[in-house]
């Protein structure tokens, strides 16, 4: 099982100024198309986790992202995050 926390530009300001019902259908546009600029927070579960810590490791994994800036993705291994590169694997 992994956890995977996005982070899409504007979606919250979106979301006040329209209403959720909005924000749910940017949401599912979003997921569709994925062309809004994202953060990502990845973690996958590792022997003895619950769901608590998972969700926190992926979490943990989003704050490097969203410093990072635009279109980041930053994976958390357990231990330390690191960033995923275009590929998918973490880089070195």
């Known amino acids: 099982m992994s956890v995977v926390f996005v982070e899409i530009d504007e979606f919250a ?3 006040e100024s329209t209403g959720e019902s ?3 259908l940017v949401l599912g546009a979003t997921t569709q198309f994925l062309t809004a600029a994202v953060r990502i927070g990845l973690a996958e579960s590792l ?3 619950d769901a608590e810590l998972l969700r ?3 979490e943990t994994g989003l ?3 969203v410093d990072a800036g635009r279109d980041a993705a930053h994976y958390h291994d357990g231990t330390t995050t690191a960033p995923i ?4 694997s973490t880089v070195a």
């Open 22 to 24: 909005v924000g749910t």
């Open 63 to 65: 704050k490097p992202a």
């Open 56 to 58: 926190t490791r992926a």
């Open 47 to 49: 022997e003895g986790d």
């Open 85 to 88: 590169d275009e590929v998918g």
């Open 13 to 15: 300001g979106l979301v």
